[in-house]
Each structure stands twice: as C-alpha cells, then as structure tokens.
C-alpha cells in the first residue's frame, strides 16, 4: 500500500473513533507511528491525518447535536425523558461544570460521541 493509502486508512479510522465505533484510538496511533518508524509515512503526515480525523469525526457528531438535538429530544419517545425542566437543568450544569465532563469523556469510545452530540444540543 503506497503512503497515500495509509494516510487515507488513518484518517478514516480515527474518523471511525471519533463518532462512536468502539475501536482504541491508542492502536491506531501505535499503527501510524510504526509506518512512519518504517519510513511508509511520514511522521508529520501521520500526526496531521490522524488529528485532522478526529477533529473531523467530533465536529460532525456536535454539528448533528446543534442542528438535530433539541428538535429529536421534541419527538416521541424522547420527549417523556427530555422535558424541558430537565434540558433547562442540563444547560446549567454544562455551563458550570461542562469542562470537567467533556475533557475526561474523551477517553471513553463510545461515551464521548454522545457528549459531544449533548453538547451540541445544548450549545455549549
């Protein structure tokens, strides 16, 4: 596989992470920087591609929470669980304490792509 193929399959898997699929970040990076050791990569690329999939994966996955959440969290069944005392009670606590949540949430795969999609509708 030439060095574009492997920009293209670290790009699109941490992209993967990044919007729920359960695979470790951690072997993906392990598998970048070991074609970059080998000479496959380069290590710059591999750092751009590979960060530029994440950013790109928790972007999408906050957009779709900005423009989606509140109207789905309107909709049956969500509705019964998503009252608006309880959205009004989230947005206080995102405010006070969304930092603390969102930072270590990151490490938890599928967990931090509905933070990211809650923190989207919320617009924090």
């Known amino acids: 596989m030439e060095a574009l193929g492997y920009y293209a399959l670290f790009v699109g898997l941490m992209f993967l992470c ?3 699929f359960p695979i470790p970040e951690e072997a993906i990076l ?5 074609a970059a050791s080998e000479g496959t990569v380069s290590l710059p690329g591999a750092i751009l591609v590979c960060s530029g999939g994440i950013l790109a994966g928790d972007t999408l996955v906050y957009s779709l929470g900005r423009w989606f959440g509140l109207p789905l969290a309107a909709r ?3 509705r019964r669980v998503f009252t608006t005392r309880r959205i009004r009670r989230m947005r206080v606590l995102m405010a006070r304490h969304g930092a603390k949540v969102l930072v270590p949430i990151r490490l938890i795969p599928v967990a931090r792509a509905v ?3 809650t923190a989207g509708a919320l617009g924090y």
Do not use: N, R, T, V
């Open 30 to 34: 392990i598998g970048a920087g070991y």
């Open 76 to 78: 049956w069944p969500f």
């Open 18 to 20: 990044s919007i729920g």
């Open 115 to 117: 933070a990211h999609f």
